[in-house]
């Protein structure tokens, strides 16, 4: 069972930055998995925010985030994390680690929350203006 742990929210003012953390534990296989963000703002419903895929597939990231934050990972640490740079207060919201081995459906919808099986339990992230 893939256990994964947020870490880094808080907060800031409008324009800083944050880099969240999500380690996942005991997962020899990490790097055949593909890792993404979620957020959830009060409100609303819980909308995709980047994800990497496995062996280099591709980098993705909703329109709303797409040259500010930056994900990345470090399969030898089983690691993910979400640079986010220049934040705004509409990005505050619960942000959600989440994995998913090798899914053919993450490949060919990477944005539909349904698709991915393993989430933390949330690091909340507020963005003052």
């Known amino acids: 069972q893939v256990q994964l742990l947020e870490s880094g929210g808080g907060l800031v003012q409008a324009g800083a930055s944050l880099r969240l953390s999500c380690a996942a534990s005991?997962?020899?296989?990490?790097?055949?998995?593909?890792v993404g963000w979620f957020r959830q703002a009060p409100g609303k419903e819980r909308e995709f925010v980047a994800a990497?895929?496995?062996?280099?597939?591709?980098?993705y990231y909703a329109d709303s985030v797409n040259g500010r934050f930056t994900i990345s990972r470090d399969n030898a640490k089983y690691s993910v994390f979400l640079q986010m740079n220049s934040l705004k207060p509409e990005d505050t919201a619960v942000y959600y680690c989440?994995?998913?081995?090798?899914?053919?459906?993450?490949?060919?919808?990477?944005?539909?929350?349904?698709?991915?099986?393993?989430w933390g339990q949330g690091t909340q992230v507020t963005v003052s203006s």
């Open positions: 989440t994995m998913e081995f090798r899914s053919s459906a993450v490949l060919v919808a990477v944005a539909k929350e349904e698709n991915w099986g393993y």
């Open positions: 005991g997962r020899s296989t990490f790097s055949k998995y593909a």
């Open positions: 990497m895929l496995w062996s280099e597939r591709g980098t």
